[in-house]
């Protein structure tokens, strides 16, 4: 079990940084589909440090926001598993 979370944290790390530095790690509203952009993770890991007050809750509350997107595609991919496997 302690390696399993050693790993997935190296991995959540490592895939954070991965699509930071090919995103561009530029905080603005792109314009088009190519501009530079920071994901939230990315937003997470890098200001996480110095956040305080509502700078640091609005951070948590972006964790929660992938939490729950996560969990909706989780629910997503479940429900149409279990509807292939009824439908044969």
Do not use: K, W
């Amino acid at each position: 079990m302690f390696t399993s979370i050693i790993l997935g944290t190296g991995r959540a790390i490592g895939e954070t940084i991965i699509v930071l530095m090919v995103c561009g790690n530029i905080v603005q509203i792109p314009s088009s589909l190519f501009d530079p952009i920071r994901t939230l993770p990315a937003n997470i890991a890098l200001e996480m440090d110095f956040a305080l007050g509502d700078h640091r809750s609005a951070l948590f509350v972006s964790g929660l926001l992938l939490m729950g997107v996560n969990l909706v595609l989780v629910l997503l991919a479940e429900a149409i598993a279990e509807e292939d496997i009824y439908h044969y």
